[in-house]
């Protein structure tokens, strides 16, 4: 695996109130997980983001919105970027 993408994705995984970070491609399977971060959870977290990017400007091809999924304990942020998708699982 990619050197940088390694770093980068232990950098955010140590940020504070961080419990897990999922990676995946864009046809749905766990590149990396960490922490909270279940990769059975890939094709979702992939299918959401697809959705999100139809719901968007579909004039533009730059779009990468970020979705929001929170819960009583736990903030799920989800973005593409690049052909990766990344959730973020954060502690309120």
């Known amino acids: ?3 940088q993408f390694d770093r ?8 504070p109130g961080v419990k897990g970070v999922l990676c995946a491609d864009s046809l ?3 590149i990396k ?5 279940a990769s ?8 959401i983001s697809t959705l999100a990017q139809k ?8 779009v990468n919105p970020i979705v929001t999924i929170e ?7 989800i973005q ?7 959730a973020i699982y954060k502690s309120e």
């Open 1 to 3: 695996m990619d050197e």
């Open 8 to 15: 980068a994705f232990s950098q955010i995984a140590a940020q």
């Open 28 to 30: 749905g399977l766990c």
């Open 33 to 37: 997980e960490s922490g909270f971060a």
């Open 40 to 47: 059975r959870s890939s094709g979702f977290v992939t299918a």
């Open 55 to 62: 719901l968007a400007d579909s004039d533009s091809i730059y």
């Open 71 to 77: 819960t009583d304990k736990t903030t799920v942020l």
């Open 80 to 86: 593409q970027h690049d052909g990766i998708v990344t």
